[in-house]
Nanobody
């Protein structure tokens, strides 16, 4: 059974940093693209970043240059380092595996001015 468990969310002031983690159980981790998505209140869920099994990364324009996705295949974990956070980054952040076949439960990130 595949499970994704996010951690690392919290409250931070604008310009601060947070690092999210997503631990993946099951055999799929090294085979799959991993991604982060987010959903702000009253908004659609939006894609943030992905990293391929080979380490190729992509970012939404809104986070490019501020967020960094990485993965540790030995630990079955994907990370999202978020720097220079803005109020508009406030959302529930979700980890996804294998193109969205599997999802975590989400972790809240709140950025205050």
């Amino acid at each position: 059974q595949v499970q994704l468990v996010e951690s690392g969310g919290g409250s931070v002031q604008a310009a601060g940093s947070l690092k999210l983690s997503c631990a993946v159980s099951g055999y799929i981790f090294t085979l799959c693209e991993m991604g982060w998505h987010r959903q702000a209140p009253e908004k659609e869920r939006e894609w943030v970043s992905t990293i391929s099994s080979g380490g190729t990364t992509n970012y939404a324009d809104s986070v490019k240059g501020r967020f960094t996705i990485s993965r540790d295949n030995a630990k079955n974990t994907v990370y999202l380092q978020m720097n220079s956070l803005k109020v508009e980054d406030t959302a529930v952040y979700y980890c996804a595996a294998c193109g969205g076949a599997y999802w975590g439960q989400g972790t809240q990130v709140t950025v205050s001015s």
